[in-house]
């Protein structure tokens, strides 16, 4: 990264990478990760890549999108992203948004307020494209120009003047893949703008209106779980194959035999996991199986499209996305006839179904949605299932706050319940709660596998978690001593997971990471060998 | 009537329509989806550590605990003090508190003015010398309120100015964002230099706005009263059209969207709202999107078509 300032006209004028990152003006990290040289390496695309991908902004591709081949393509894609940027301004178009991007664009007082809160700006060493304001600024100035009437004249006078160009339009989407929307900005806003909406709004209008998304989130996303069920390409036939591996390997680490109930109609509760769990950390729908089965819950998993994966990528990016697999989630409840939905450890289907579905569903969809953390509190508090804590006393546990259950949600409390009720060495990293440090891995960024995307997570989005977890370990950090960082949620357990291999954190600190249920059925009397297996996965 | 009258009377009227305009604009937008963001102070036994309805077990069947009290304390903590600036900004807190107090006190100066002004039209006397309490009262205010508010403001601005000129807020800015500071510097400057000079207890003024009041001519006034006069009417004209004007705004992103946690109950109000815009018609031109029917369509009819189990 280059000391100079990168201005609104580099941005949208100057040919070639616009900026470079440099890892020696990262803030540094706390011990053993002081020194430079332990830090992950930062990869450039291959010259091939360059060449071929638009990757202008900072040399990172996320969207892989090809680089067009004449003026008239250029002009084509300027003047469709204008058409969606008007669109955004339509009351029937963006019902869903238009009055908290109204605000958000009218009322930004350029503060910088919201500037320190931003863990991305201020672990890349204050890297100007980075500041929350920037791309808002962007747009703001796009809109003030393009779509308000008179704006081309006022555009001058006010020094907003911005030319909207291929080269600029090219940048402006991979910056919208720079930001995890945590929202962390807003919360710090005096006047409450908005700057993580208006991230999704820009990405809207390259998936909404241009047909442009990143992969991992669209064509093998959202679109890939409404063809065949789930995000993971996981159909029907082979989850059920699953579920039924599943049940077998409970029983041989558990001795309890059971079937795990599916497709049950009238079941009480219909819990749907994140499908990624059954293929990466398949001990997380195995310790909820345990759970509701020791303590008589009347539940269903389902194997119908969709009802067996909760993810629900729209919320990053897609409104439509997000409308079609929400609504498909409560057409199987309904079927089912369950009274209401619990979402398993995943935070954005947390927000998904319970906070922002909650504009979409009407009548018979509008069935009860709940966390799992509030039902896990109630089997623990109430002595549903027995439990000695002690039973992980040979490990220390921190908790990792999701930023779409906490500061997006409110569910803060209950997880801390049960925590402390099977851990008796549980500290807080801080800050915590609503005031967390996003996983890094927030708004698709954890599943944006390609490239060098991860680098840029390793690097920059996910070092404010890394230096939180070690600041809490700090004084136990040696590998003698069992450390686990617990994240109820798929997308940040990815995005530590990813993290902690990145820096070799569990060889050289012996930290693991995994979710809160596990901890639960370790600590259950219940159960003679322990379920939580220390090796890295 | 004199050009500054008519200029007074059509700055207030524009100004009044123009905010209220917006206000409606945006009142009248569509529901939105929920965008809710936590600490929410208005939930009770909550709010301290940001917690939400959501955290109880089948919440929807539990009644909702809702503290206003709460929700107040923190709207006079954030409007009187600017906690959010103070917390996560202090070095332009130093200027932004003097600045906004400064405001506030001219609203409480403004008021004290037609106060002063309709009083004095009833054929009270307006001084430190009146004999009826309230007429003494209305003095000291208008003298206090009005030196405090525009010292305050101008010593604000200036802060702020220097800060917009160097670090992020340099960078962040635009010509519209020094000229909108400087502008409103040049109100606070004149008046002052009009209280220190020629209008040491705003009687001046006062005068000019009871004959605005009672609609009759305005005797003279001094060249530097009537330049601060000028500036503030061509302020009026402007304000309304900047960011400046976000303490109008504010009221919706706080209460319609960041503390707006109201759930959508079955058969209610905000379900019905939710009917109405799935029945609005969608033009999206992206492949995936079914363009021009509604988005209720949009959001089912994939199911037919794309459905390949």
Same mark, same amino acid.
């Given at each position: 990264?280059?000391?100079?300032?990168?201005?609104?006209?580099?941005?949208?004028?100057?040919?070639?990478?616009?900026?470079?990152?440099?890892?020696?003006?990262?803030?540094?990290?706390?011990?053993?990760?002081?020194?430079?040289?332990?830090?992950?390496?930062?990869?450039?695309?291959?010259?091939?890549?360059?060449?071929?991908?638009?990757?202008?902004?900072?040399?990172?591709?996320?969207?892989?999108?090809?680089?067009?081949?004449?003026?008239?393509?250029?002009?084509?894609?300027?003047?469709?992203?204008?058409?969606?940027?008007?669109?955004?301004?339509?009351?029937?178009?963006?019902?869903?948004?238009?009055?908290?991007?109204?605000?958000?664009?009218?009322?930004?007082?350029?503060?910088? &307020?919201?500037?320190?809160?931003?863990?991305?700006?201020?672990?890349?060493?204050?890297?100007?494209?980075?500041?929350?304001?920037?791309?808002?600024?962007?747009?703001?100035?796009?809109?003030?120009?393009?779509?308000?009437?008179?704006?081309?004249?006022?555009?001058?006078?006010?020094? @907003?003047?911005?030319?909207?160009?291929?080269?600029?339009?090219?940048?402006?989407?991979?910056?919208?893949?720079?930001? &995890?929307?945590?929202?962390?900005?807003?919360?710090?806003?005096?006047?409450?703008?908005?700057?993580?909406?208006?991230?999704?709004?820009?990405?809207?209008?390259?998936?909404?209106?241009?047909?442009?998304?990143?992969?991992?989130?669209?064509?093998?996303?959202?679109?890939?779980?409404?063809?065949?069920?789930?995000? &993971?390409?996981?159909?029907?036939?082979?989850?059920?194959?699953?579920?039924?591996? =599943?049940?077998?390997?409970?029983?041989?680490?558990?001795?309890?035999?059971?079937?795990?109930?599916?497709?049950?109609?009238?079941?009480?509760?219909?819990?749907?996991? @994140?499908?990624?769990?059954?293929?990466?950390?398949?001990?997380?729908?195995?310790?909820?199986?345990?759970?509701?089965?020791?303590?008589?819950?009347?539940?269903?998993?389902?194997?119908?499209?969709?009802?067996?994966?909760?993810?629900?990528?729209?919320?990053?990016?897609?409104?439509?996305?997000?409308?079609?697999?929400?609504?498909?989630?409560?057409?199987?409840?309904?079927?089912?006839?369950?009274?209401?939905?619990?979402?398993?450890?995943?935070?954005?289907?947390?927000?998904?179904?319970?906070?922002?579905?909650?504009?979409?569903?009407?009548?018979?969809?509008?069935?009860?949605?709940?966390?799992?953390? &509030?039902?896990?509190?109630?089997?623990?508090?109430?002595?549903?299932?027995?439990?000695?804590?002690?039973? @992980?006393?040979?490990?220390?546990?921190? =908790?990792?706050?999701?930023?779409?259950?906490?500061?997006?949600?409110?569910?803060?409390?209950?997880?801390?319940?049960?925590?402390?009720?099977?851990? @008796?060495?549980?500290?807080?990293?801080?800050?915590?709660?609503?005031?967390?440090?996003?996983?890094?891995?927030?708004?698709?960024?954890?599943?944006?596998?390609?490239?060098?995307?991860?680098?840029?997570?390793?690097?920059?989005?996910?070092?404010?978690?890394?230096?939180?977890?070690?600041?809490?370990?700090?004084?136990?950090?040696?590998?003698?001593?069992?450390?686990?960082?617990?994240?109820?949620?798929?997308?940040?357990?990815?995005?530590?997971?990813?993290?902690?291999?990145?820096?070799?954190?569990?060889?050289?600190?012996?930290?693991?990471?995994?979710?809160?249920?596990?901890?639960?059925?370790?600590?259950?009397?219940?159960?003679?060998?322990?379920?939580?297996?220390?090796?890295?996965? | 009537?004199?050009?500054?009258?008519?200029?007074?009377?059509?700055?207030?009227?524009?100004?009044?329509?123009?905010?209220?305009?917006?206000?409606?604009?945006?009142?009248?937008?569509?529901?939105?989806?929920?965008?809710?963001?936590?600490?929410?102070?208005?939930?009770?036994?909550?709010?301290?550590?940001?917690?939400?309805?959501?955290?109880?077990?089948?919440?929807?069947?539990?009644?909702?605990?809702?503290?206003?009290?709460?929700?107040?304390?923190?709207?006079?903590?954030?409007?009187?003090?600017?906690?959010?600036?103070?917390?996560?900004?202090?070095?332009?807190?130093?200027?932004?508190?003097?600045?906004?107090?400064?405001?506030?006190?001219?609203?409480?100066?403004?008021?004290m003015v037609i106060l002063g002004a309709i009083l004095s039209a009833?054929?009270?006397?307006i001084?430190? +010398?009146?004999?009826?309490?309230?007429?003494?009262?209305v003095h000291?205010?208008t003298?206090?309120?009005g030196?405090? +508010?525009?010292?305050?403001?101008?010593?604000?601005?200036? +802060?702020?100015?220097?800060?917009?000129?160097? +670090?992020?807020?340099?960078?962040?800015?635009?010509?519209?964002?020094?000229?909108?500071?400087?502008?409103?510097?040049?109100?606070?400057?004149?008046?002052?230099?009009?209280?220190?000079?020629?209008d040491?207890d705003f009687a001046l003024l006062r005068g000019l706005v009871q004959s605005?009041i009672?609609?009759?001519?305005?005797?003279?006034?001094?060249?530097?009263?009537?330049?601060?006069?000028?500036?503030?009417?061509?302020?009026?004209?402007?304000?309304?059209?900047?960011?400046?004007? *976000?303490?109008?705004?504010?009221?919706?992103?706080? *209460?319609?969207?960041?503390?707006?946690? *109201?759930?959508?109950?079955?058969?209610?109000?905000?379900?019905?709202?939710?009917?109405?815009?799935?029945?609005?018609?969608?033009?999206?031109?992206?492949?995936?999107?079914?363009?021009?029917?509604?988005?209720?369509?949009?959001?089912?009819?994939?199911?037919?078509?794309?459905?390949?189990?």
């Amino acid at each position: 990264m280059s000391k100079k300032e990168t201005s609104f006209k580099d941005f949208c004028k100057q040919e070639g990478q616009l900026v470079e990152i440099d890892p020696s003006r990262f803030p540094p990290l706390p011990p053993p990760y002081d020194k430079l040289e332990l830090e992950p390496k930062f990869r450039k695309l291959s010259e091939e890549n360059q060449k071929k991908l638009e990757c202008d902004l900072d040399g990172i591709s996320a969207f892989k999108f090809p680089r067009p081949q004449t003026d008239e393509e250029k002009r084509e894609l300027v003047e469709k992203f204008l058409n969606g940027l008007r669109k955004l301004y339509d009351r029937e178009d963006n019902w869903t948004f238009l009055q908290p991007l109204f605000l958000s664009m009218e009322y930004c007082a350029k503060c910088q &307020t919201c500037a320190a809160a931003c863990p991305i700006y201020r672990e890349s060493g204050n890297m100007d494209i980075y500041r929350p304001t920037f791309r808002s600024d962007i747009l703001r100035r796009l809109y003030k120009k393009y779509i308000k009437p008179g704006g081309k004249f006022f555009a001058r006078i006010s020094g @907003n003047d911005i030319e909207a160009s291929w080269t600029m339009i090219a940048r402006l989407m991979e910056l919208a893949y720079r930001c &995890t929307i945590c929202r962390r900005c807003a919360q710090t806003c005096p006047i409450g703008v908005d700057n993580g909406l208006l991230t999704r709004e820009l990405r809207k209008i390259f998936s909404q209106e241009m047909g442009i998304a990143v992969e991992p989130l669209h064509a093998k996303g959202s679109v890939n779980q409404l063809k065949v069920g789930s995000s &993971t390409g996981m159909s029907r036939t082979p989850y059920l194959d699953n579920v039924e591996f =599943l049940e077998d390997e409970v029983e041989e680490r558990t001795g309890m035999k059971f079937r795990w109930p599916m497709d049950k109609a009238g079941a009480d509760v219909l819990l749907i996991h @994140n499908a990624g769990e059954y293929l990466a950390w398949p001990e997380n729908p195995e310790a909820f199986a345990i759970i509701l089965e020791a303590a008589g819950i009347n539940y269903t998993l389902s194997s119908e499209l969709c009802a067996y994966d909760g993810v629900n990528y729209g919320v990053w990016y897609d409104d439509v996305q997000f409308a079609k697999v929400a609504l498909q989630h409560a057409t199987v409840a309904k079927k089912l006839g369950v009274k209401k939905i619990v979402i398993g450890e995943c935070g954005h289907a947390h927000k998904a179904l319970t906070v922002i579905a909650d504009r979409v569903f009407a009548g018979d969809f509008n069935i009860p949605r709940e966390s799992s953390m &509030t039902l896990l509190r109630d089997i623990v508090v109430n002595g549903r299932i027995k439990l000695d804590a002690s039973r @992980n006393d040979d490990i220390t546990t921190t =908790l990792h706050d999701p930023c779409n259950l906490v500061r997006l949600m409110g569910v803060v409390k209950p997880q801390r319940d049960v925590l402390r009720a099977v851990s @008796n060495h549980f500290r807080e990293m801080e800050p915590h709660g609503v005031y967390n440090y996003c996983c890094g891995g927030g708004s698709g960024f954890a599943i944006t596998q390609d490239l060098n995307f991860p680098d840029f997570r390793h690097n920059i989005s996910s070092r404010a978690k890394l230096r939180q977890i070690l600041d809490v370990f700090q004084d136990i950090i040696g590998p003698e001593h069992k450390k686990y960082v617990c994240a109820p949620c798929s997308n940040c357990k990815g995005a530590i997971r990813d993290m902690l291999a990145a820096y070799g954190v569990f060889e050289r600190c012996n930290i693991l990471y995994g979710g809160l249920v596990e901890l639960v059925v370790n600590a259950m009397v219940d159960i003679e060998k322990p379920f939580l297996e220390w090796e890295w996965h | 009537m004199s050009g500054l009258q008519l200029a007074c009377y059509l700055a207030v009227v524009f100004f009044v329509v123009v905010v209220a305009a917006k206000m409606i604009r945006i009142a009248r937008m569509p529901i939105h989806i929920r965008w809710d963001l936590y600490p929410i102070p208005h939930e009770k036994g909550r709010n301290s550590y940001g917690g939400s309805y959501f955290e109880e077990i089948d919440w929807w069947t539990k009644p909702t605990q809702v503290s206003k009290i709460s929700e107040l304390k923190e709207m006079a903590k954030e409007i009187v003090f600017i906690q959010s600036v103070f917390h996560h900004n202090k070095p332009l807190w130093v200027f932004s508190f003097p600045f906004h107090f400064g405001m506030y006190c001219l609203v409480g100066f403004t008021v004290m003015v037609i106060l002063g002004a309709i009083l004095s039209a009833a054929g009270v006397e307006i001084a430190a +010398g009146s004999t009826g309490a309230l007429a003494v009262a209305v003095h000291y205010l208008t003298v206090i309120l009005g030196a405090a +508010g525009f010292i305050l403001g101008a010593l604000g601005g200036i +802060g702020l100015l220097f800060s917009r000129m160097s +670090g992020d807020l340099r960078k962040a800015s635009v010509r519209s964002d020094y000229a909108n500071l400087v502008f409103l510097l040049a109100v606070f400057v004149s008046a002052i230099v009009t209280w220190s000079t020629v209008d040491p207890d705003f009687a001046l003024l006062r005068g000019l706005v009871q004959s605005l009041i009672t609609i009759q001519p305005a005797g003279p006034i001094p060249t530097a009263l009537a330049v601060q006069v000028w500036l503030m009417v061509a302020l009026l004209f402007y304000f309304p059209f900047t960011h400046m004007s *976000h303490m109008f705004g504010k009221y919706f992103t706080y *209460h319609k969207i960041r503390w707006e946690d *109201h759930p959508n109950i079955r058969g209610g109000k905000i379900e019905k709202q939710v009917e109405e815009a799935l029945g609005y018609k969608i033009t999206w031109g992206a492949p995936h999107i079914k363009s021009g029917g509604s988005w209720a369509e949009a959001c089912t009819d994939w199911t037919e078509d794309d459905k390949n189990e």
